[in-house]
């Protein structure tokens, strides 16, 4: 497996895997199916080559076989703060330490960057296993939103977590 930064080439690769997972867990996320498979390849290739954010891919067998992103913020008074993004691996591929190398990553990242202090991120409660695999990557829950987000008729809280960055000690590897 290798764990690559996106660029506008995968864009294509990029959008059927957030499809997916915007199909099979809408309660995960706050975007739904139905508005972004109507966005043309030119919005998700843009969302490749942002300045304020980075996605990265877990590749198998040169597939894309996972995604996370990473959002700085564009606000001076809140620069030490990066969010965690768009976390998907499919189902075949979960439990084979794909996403754990796909946060790591995130989190390498964001030691990189002097400024930021603190990576934050949503997700939603009834999800155990991403709980889990935040709380073993040090993320600690900060608050729980309730009814955060609506699918048809059902509600779904979200836990926000956070993790201190020490860019220090990045520096020192």
Not at 43 to 54: F, M, N, P, R
Request: net charge negative; charged share 25%.
């Amino acid at each position: 497996m290798a764990i690559e930064l996106l660029d506008p080439s995968r864009a294509k690769a990029y959008r059927q895997l957030m499809l997916e997972a915007y199909s099979l867990h809408p309660e995960a996320f706050v975007s739904s199916i139905g508005n972004r498979e109507k966005l043309p390849l030119s919005w998700w290739e843009g969302q490749l080559d942002d300045e304020l954010s980075a996605v990265f891919g877990a590749f198998v067998d040169g597939q894309l076989a996972g995604i996370v992103g990473l959002a700085f913020e564009p606000w001076e008074d809140a620069q030490h703060k990066a969010t965690l993004f768009g976390l998907y691996v499919p189902q075949a591929l979960r439990g084979q330490g794909v996403g754990e190398q796909l946060v790591q990553a995130v989190l390498s990242l964001a030691e990189q960057e002097p400024d930021i202090k603190v990576v934050e991120l949503t997700v939603s409660a009834n999800s155990t296993a991403a709980l889990a695999l935040y709380r073993r990557c040090g993320f600690e829950q900060s608050a729980l939103e309730d009814s955060a987000i609506r699918v048809g008729e059902d509600y779904f809280d979200r836990v926000h977590m956070r993790r201190r960055v020490d860019a220090a000690v990045a520096a020192d590897e």
